[in-house]
């Protein structure tokens, strides 16, 4: 097999340190957390004593300042485990990355360094029961008001919505104006009029909370305001590429973790006088699907290296996205196959597995607006190369 080139015995240390992290404060007490549809703010506490949260955040705000590979394993580690309970990945790469690329130094220094000791949740407050992949769409409405903003509105399907101190959230500060009329703020949970919703019930992340939100003229100071008023749209649009990015690295962990445990399974389990792993059936759907696993690790790698190199684009995100979400589902549906009924039982992982899987292809952006990005761009290439 090929070996992987991108990570140094640094990021291997912190590898084995992850997994023990994982080892020893998450796996003992994950199936109660499902019960609860909740981690405990202890485990992030500890999580931050460990390092493992903003790994890339600048020393001056508390964090390592390490590159983008610490984040990276911590992704992947949580993702190989099959723990989805903690949102530590809506944390790290998209608040913190909202705060630390727009914010201001008064912003990053209320906000960044208690994240990093994980004594702050962060939250990205985008979506809507009316609007999801059409960010323009949103209606949450945030009306000037002397030196304030007054914010009304609503906002579902956020990760980390029972836990999270600060959001990141998108408003609409010009109604008439299109994309052009969103603003983002941040919006400190325990301000008047800020209410947590249910905590939803999902097909899977069953220990992830996620909520519904609503915001009754919640009062913010202008300087709660992330980037400048009416650039919402474009800040947004600007760390889509690192979301996609981060979704193919998951799941391309999750596929490469439900192949091998199903190795496992079938070279141990017996039917017909033979094990599973004996039939030629099982030799060569595994193979079909690690192959797939192995072309798509390559390429998620070469775009791990293109964005640490400020290079990866948005349509190569896209194609990550696409692929990587789309195999994660085949994989953990055709291994839970392989196990037969015992796959179907939650006590093993692949049925976690196969029931967290299913949001992959919708949340970052759906596998059609990835369809839509791609496809656009091959014909704006075309046209390109033949004008008039």
């Known amino acids: 097999m090929l070996k992987r080139k991108l990570f140094g015995p640094e990021h291997d240390a912190f590898r084995d340190t992850v997994r023990k992290f994982i080892a020893r404060e998450i796996a ?12 405990p703010r202890e485990l992030w506490r500890k999580a931050g004593a460990a390092g493992m949260l903003c790994c890339t955040v600048p020393e001056e705000y508390g964090g390592l300042g390490a590159d983008y590979l610490f ?8 993702a190989r485990s099959g723990f989805s309970g903690p949102g530590f990945m809506i944390h790290c790469d998209l608040v913190a990355t909202y705060i630390r690329s727009f914010g201001t130094d008064a912003q990053k220094q209320q906000w960044l360094p208690k994240m990093v000791a994980g004594e702050a949740i962060g ?10 992949s ?4 949103i209606r949450t409405k945030a009306v000037r008001d002397g030196d304030d903003f007054v914010i009304s509105g609503q906002k579902v399907f956020i990760s980390n919505g029972q836990l999270c101190d600060v959001i990141v959230l998108a408003t609409k500060t010009d109604s008439t104006a299109g994309a052009k009329g969103v603003t983002l703020f941040l919006v ?5 009029g800020f209410r947590r919703g249910r905590n939803l019930h999902k097909l899977g992340m069953k220990a992830q909370d996620t909520s519904e939100l609503f915001f009754d003229e919640v009062r913010v100071p202008a300087s709660a305001m992330l980037g400048e008023e009416g650039q919402g749209f474009q800040l947004m649009m600007t760390k889509l590429a690192q979301e996609r990015l981060a979704q193919a690295i998951r799941s391309a962990a999750v596929a490469e973790a439900a192949i091998e445990w199903t190795i496992d399974y079938t070279a141990n389990r017996k039917a017909f006088g033979h094990t599973i792993a004996d039939f030629q059936n099982t030799q060569f759907k595994l193979a ?4 797939e696993a192995v072309v798509g690790r390559e390429f998620t790698d070469r ?16 194609m990550a996205k696409m692929w990587l979400t789309n195999l994660h589902c085949k994989v953990v549906d055709e291994c839970l196959q392989l196990f037969g009924g015992w796959g179907y039982m939650w006590e093993y992982p692949i049925a976690r597995a196969y029931a967290d899987a299913r949001i ?13 990005i791609i496809g656009r761009q091959l014909f704006a290439d075309y046209r390109a190369r033949h004008p008039g």
């Open 28 to 39: 003992p007490h994950h199936a109660q957390w499902e019960r609860d549809m909740v981690v």
């Open 71 to 78: 984040d990276v394993v911590v992704f992947e580690e949580m």
């Open 123 to 132: 939250a990205l407050g985008m979506t809507e029961p009316h609007a999801g």
């Open 134 to 137: 059409d960010l323009k769409a």
């Open 188 to 192: 400190d949970t325990s301000l008047p």
């Open 288 to 291: 079909e699907l690690k192959t």
């Open 303 to 318: 775009c791990i290296t293109a964005f640490m190199q400020g290079e990866l684009d948005a349509v190569d995100a896209a």
């Open 360 to 372: 992959v292809k919708i949340a970052g952006g759906s596998i059609e607006v990835m369809k839509h």
